[in-house]
Every structure is written in C-alpha cells, then in structure tokens.
C-alpha cells in the first residue's frame, strides 16, 4: 500500500553541526507533506510544510526540499543545538485528506 | 485558547472494558484526527473528520468508534478494550487538510 518512510531511524551530529534528515514518500499524488518534531513525553509539534508546486522552503534554522521526481522530502536543520533533540517525522496528505505519517528519524545532538 | 486539549491523560482498563477517549479544540478547526503511537513507532491514523456529522476510516480503524456530532468534539470510543489497544492516543486538529495539525499531549492507555 501508499506509505511514507524514512531512510534512517536514528542520526547523531555534532553540537553546530547541520543536519539532514531524509523522507521518501510513495504516493505521487500527495500533494502537502509536513515535519514534526516530537520530545519524549509530548506531542507532534509542527516544524514546517511544503505544498507540492514548490521545491524549497525555508524557516528559521529549518529548511524543506521536496524532489518530486523520486518522491524524496528532506529537512536540514542549520547549527544544531542539543534543543533539536527529539524524534522528527514527516507526513504527507494522501486521498480524502488524511496525514499519513513516517516512521520517524532520532536525532541526538552531541555537545 | 487551550488549543487541543486530551482527557483523560492516563487510563488503565481491564480488558473487555469499554471506553471514551475525549478530545476537544477551541480553535474551530474543521478538521480533526485520532492517531495511535506504540512504542519506537510512528503515529497510525485511526478514525478522522473533515467536519460535524462526517467521519472516515484511516490506517488502523478496527476496534474504534467516532462520531463528530460539534465542530468542538471528537471522542474515540473502544467498544471492547483488547492488549493490543496499549498504547498512546493523540487527537489533532486544523482549518483544513492541507494546515498544519496541532496536537493535543497525547493518552497513555494500558489495557491489562
């Protein structure tokens, strides 16, 4: 069936450092993908979205790239600091609506 | 505004119990959701609404009621609690399917 996956499950760099985390996506007609981030104990908290007739988008410290043509999402997170530390998922919007979300990538920033 | 709010925040049940998970937004959110989040996983979608009186099935509906009877509510009903049904349950909500959702902090069910 139509899923959204990541590549890695977990990521470590370095206190400064950027990171990229990596999303592929399955279902071509998706056509709203959305990153969160979420702490243990809490809730998915929104990071960013992107709408499928773009190809960037940018927030503080937080930038999206979506590849349409191999169905490939990705977050870069600029200067990381040991605050990003948290598991991050994409999500994209699939037919009648629904947000169906990835497995998810742990980030562990060193210091 | 509280923004999605989730009660109760813990439940223990015995199983074959039954149960209503409340979720309310005072945010007039046309859309909301209910996901499931086992352990080291992802978040499954259960049941989720486009608005009052209409309710669709996601990922993993078996075993779930929902009705949306006010833009306000959303309760997730298991009819009969089963092990398997351990987990987290969070209830989001946005304006539309293509907004960012907001997610109320999530119910740690444990059906013994």
């Known amino acids: 069936g ?12 370095q206190e400064g ?9 399955s279902n071509s007609a998706s056509d709203y993908f959305i990153w969160y981030k979420q702490e243990s104990g809490k809730g998915p908290q929104f990071i960013i979205d992107i709408r499928s007739n773009m190809d960037k988008r940018q927030g503080q410290r937080v930038t999206v790239l979506l590849n349409k043509t191999v ?20 999500a994209d919007r699939q037919q009648g609506g629904k947000l ?8 562990s920033v060193k210091p | 505004n509280a923004g999605v709010t989730q009660t109760p925040k813990f439940q223990v049940l015995k199983t074959g119990q039954s149960m209503t998970l409340q979720c309310a937004q005072d ?8 996901y499931r989040q086992d352990p080291g996983m992802g978040l499954r979608l259960i049941h989720y609404s486009v608005g009052a009186g209409i309710t669709d099935q996601g990922e993993v509906p078996n075993g ?12 997730l009903r298991l009819l009969s609690a089963a092990p398997s049904q351990t987990s987290v349950y969070f209830c989001a909500s946005s304006f539309g399917t293509n907004q ?7 119910t740690r ?4």
């Open chain 2, 64 to 75: 779930y009621n929902v009705s949306r009877s006010t833009t306000e509510d959303f309760p």
């Open chain 1, 100 to 107: 169906i979300f990835g497995q998810g990538t742990e980030l």
């Open chain 1, 17 to 25: 450092d950027n990171s990229i985390i990596n999303c592929a996506y």
């Open chain 1, 71 to 90: 169905k490939h999402l990705s977050l870069q997170i600029a200067a990381t600091q040991p605050g990003d530390s948290a598991v991050y998922f994409c």
């Open chain 1, 2 to 13: 139509e899923s959204v996956g990541l590549h890695l499950p977990t990521l470590s760099v």
């Open chain 2, 27 to 34: 945010m007039n959110h046309e859309y909301m959701s209910w």
């Open chain 2, 109 to 112: 069910l444990s059906i013994l």
């Open chain 2, 100 to 106: 960012p959702q907001h997610f109320g902090d999530g």
